[in-house]
């Protein structure tokens, strides 16, 4: 479970309601996991996960071979 500070209670539930929004779509990654992976890493999951959801994601790929 991740948790943080905010200035004000929006920002708070913008926040709350993003978390909420990836763990649904499967795209959520925990803290030290996040820590862990590289950014060619990171690419290469948004390639394969995400990017194929999205119109452009089918024509262009993020990452080239």
């Known amino acids: 479970m991740e948790n943080k500070s905010?200035?004000?209670?929006?920002?708070?539930k913008q926040w709350a309601?993003?978390?909420k929004s990836e763990m649904y779509r499967?795209?959520?990654l925990s803290?030290?996991?996040?820590?862990?992976m590289t950014l060619q890493e990171a690419f290469d999951k948004y390639s394969a996960e995400v990017a194929p959801?999205?119109?452009i994601g089918r024509q262009?790929?993020?990452?080239?071979n």
């Open 17 to 19: 309601h993003l978390v």
């Open 6 to 12: 905010f200035s004000s209670m929006a920002k708070a």
């Open 31 to 36: 803290t030290s996991d996040a820590k862990a």
């Open 53 to 55: 959801l999205k119109k």
């Open 60 to 64: 262009c790929p993020l990452a080239a």
């Open 26 to 28: 499967g795209i959520s």
